[in-house]
T-cell receptor, first 112, second 111 residues
């Protein structure tokens, strides 16, 4: 099992550019989450999904969109990147039952 | 608002015991989790307390007092590999599993 994978691992964008981050999990988890982590801070929830075809806003959703067309994939989109979106983005997934969230390795995004 | 407070840094020596505290103020509470993160890598789950009391998993234990809005992570027999950041996280929703994370405690273990 690969667990939770994220693509790409690193990316540099110019202000105003768009991109999509891909999260994939092979554990048949229902729930998936996107977080961002800034230096010296904990993780903040951007968006989440409780099942295929569903999405909902987290703490810091502005400037991001998400889609969950397939159960195993959760996409995070930046339509017009801003320097404030420079961060490390983590995806996580979880079974319906249980408490543990399984995290991917992260995507390090820099917006110049 | 929602807030979790934990110390920013803790230093201890190999073989010692260290306690990392977490106090919280959240709109909902369904449990307290702890995660470990090495050098900005993927956070990994350590423990969960849904009810008051102590949970033990090997060298790590976690405690919760819901009446005091307080919990802690206890690491025993510290090893160099325990040097990492530790995050407490409150589960604020029972059905979605949404978590609010603290800012993290950097633990440095010295020889």
């Amino acid at each position: 099992n690969a667990g939770v994978t994220q693509t790409p691992k690193f990316r540099v964008l110019k202000t105003g550019q768009s991109m999509t981050l891909l999260c994939a999990q092979d554990m048949n988890h229902e729930y998936m989450y996107w977080y961002r982590q800034d230096p010296g801070m904990g993780l903040r929830l951007i968006h989440y999904s409780v099942g295929e075809g569903t999405t909902a806003k987290g703490e810091v959703p502005d400037g991001y969109n998400v889609s969950r067309l397939k159960k195993q994939n959760f996409l995070l989109g930046l339509e017009s990147a801003a320097p404030s979106q420079t961060s490390v983005y983590f995806c996580a997934s979880r079974f319906v039952v249980g408490y543990e969230q399984y995290f991917g390795p992260g995507t390090r995004l820099t917006v110049t | 608002g929602q807030s979790l407070e934990q110390p920013s840094e803790v230093t201890a020596v190999e073989g010692a015991i260290v306690q990392i505290n977490c106090t919280y103020q959240t709109s909902g509470f369904y449990g307290l989790s702890w995660y470990q993160q090495h050098d900005g890598g993927a956070p990994t789950f350590l423990s969960y307390n849904g009810l008051d009391g102590l949970e033990e998993t090997g060298r790590f234990s976690s405690f919760l007092s819901r009446s005091d809005s307080y919990g802690y992570l206890l690491l025993q027999e510290l090893q160099m590999k325990d040097s990492a950041s530790y995050f407490c996280a409150v589960r604020i929703s029972s059905n979605t599993g949404k978590l609010i994370f603290g800012q993290g405690t950097t633990l440095q273990v010295k020889p």
